[in-house]
């Protein structure tokens, strides 16, 4: 059971690219899945949530508007899709997943857009890097 972050790489500011995130020995579409990005000496945070089935996502406002995710159950991927971006973008980006969230996460979710600790995930993808040139 594994998750397989890849697409990361150099880009202009302005510029896109698009992540994806490959599920083995899982089906991502029973998953809730979670976009995240680190940088160096930073806390891991938390860019999106897509719920399991009618694919709902949820965006922390920093990204809300430029990124989006999809989903291709047939290739059991999800990608993130990264338009405008900036230098402070910069960052390892991850992907997640659990079958199962607390009721409380998804409604702070839901209502709030406070997106899953990065704790409330099992599943890990091994990170990659992108970095955008001002």
């Known amino acids: 059971v594994q998750l397989q972050a890849s697409g990361g790489g150099l880009v202009q500011a302005g510029g896109s690219l698009r992540l994806t995130c490959l599920g083995s020995?899982?089906?991502?579409?029973?998953?809730?899945v979670g976009w995240f990005r680190q940088l160096p000496g930073k806390e891991r945070e938390g860019l999106s949530l897509?719920?399991?089935?009618?694919?709902?996502?949820y965006y922390v406002d920093t990204v809300k508007g430029r990124f989006t995710v999809s989903r291709d159950n047939v290739k059991n991927t999800v990608y993130l899709q990264m338009n405008s971006l900036k230098a402070e973008d910069t960052a390892v980006y991850y992907c997640?997943?659990?079958?199962?969230?607390?009721?409380?996460?998804?409604?702070?979710?839901?209502?709030?857009?406070?997106?899953?600790?990065?704790?409330?995930?099992?599943?890990w993808g091994q990170g990659t890097l992108v970095t955008v040139s001002s």
């Open positions: 897509t719920e399991y089935g009618d694919e709902l996502t």
């Open positions: 020995g899982i089906n991502v579409d029973s998953y809730f």
């Open positions: 997640a997943a659990v079958d199962h969230m607390a009721t409380s996460s998804l409604v702070r979710a839901r209502r709030e857009r406070t997106l899953p600790r990065t704790d409330e995930y099992d599943i």
